[in-house]
DNA sequence: GTATCTGCAAAACATTTGCAATTCT
DNA sequence: AGAATTGCAAATGTTTTGCAGATAC
């Protein structure tokens, strides 16, 4: 699912669909995934979910993403260690990261590596492509000072 | 550096013009990240290491890639989250990680996305393609069963 | 003898697990 | 009630840090 504005509804026959069972906790995890393209790590979503439902924990975030990685209905980001980030969007798209303000964008790119099946060998299943540098707003950022 | 049997003499050379001063450990590490064209994770490299220097310490091992890293002489791999691994070859080159066996493969792709320096205006300082599947041997092993 | 390098032990994180409490139907 | 869901607290695993001791020039 990749759009911002989905109706709860769209949402919980998203999820059914998918295998999961559409608990108010799962619900507002994926629609904050829906919402906030940031590809934000447990700690975000954990940090901006606990604000409207102060129960909730980070074992439940955990669980939950877990679940949606499994049903295949989110994606794991692997761009830098030691922080997994999560998207929404299965499409095949790349990563860009920004060494200045940490921040990941999507980088809609049409490569036919996403369509190879093959590679000296090996069969491929997944493809990703991670791109770093200073994002387009720190670049602006940085010719204001001067 | 990309080769795989390379004097002592010359790692020692490579590391003073990169501006590491070449002490003993550290030869050793590097020497053995062109050995072993593996990706190795820190765990793998201290496993063997301290079986020839049983003093070795895995803060060690930490410290000096972490200087390799910033002297960038070695790619930090983060292609499976909780596991950094490490590659002496740092020339532009994809990577493919088999599910089934673990093993990281170097991939010699030929591609203009490691050319680019720009996408949707962010400035690209580093760029890093991922495969994941089947590999090659498993794929044999597979055909072998039935 | 002063800089650098090394390594122990503790700390800092992110993530997982066991299990008990809660909720839903 | 019975199954699924949630959440605390503890465990796990990786990486970093503080600092003291060893080594090198």
Redo the contacts between chains.
């Keep these: 699912m990749s759009k911002e504005n989905v109706p709860v509804a769209e949402i919980k026959e998203y999820l059914k669909r998918s295998g999961i069972n559409p608990s108010y906790h799962r619900l507002r995890i994926f629609e904050y995934l829906l919402k906030h393209r940031t590809h934000p790590t447990v700690e975000m979503i954990y940090k901006d979910i606990s604000k409207e439902i102060p129960t909730l924990s980070k074992t439940t975030i955990y669980n939950t993403l877990n679940l949606f990685l499994n049903k295949k209905i989110v994606l794991?980001l692997?761009?830098?260690?030691n922080e997994?980030r999560y998207d929404s969007d299965t499409r095949p798209h790349?990563h860009?990261k920004?060494?200045a303000c940490g921040q990941v964008?999507d980088?809609?790119?049409k490569?036919p590596?996403f369509e190879?099946q093959m590679?000296?060998?090996?069969?491929?299943?997944?493809?990703?492509?991670?791109?770093?540098?200073?994002?387009?707003k720190c670049?602006k950022k940085r010719k204001l000072q001067k």
Excluded: P
């Design positions: 794991g692997t761009i830098e260690e997994l790349a860009f920004c060494i964008y980088v809609d790119l490569s590596l190879r590679i000296e060998g090996h069969e491929i299943t997944e493809c990703h492509i991670y791109f770093k540098g200073i994002c387009r670049l």
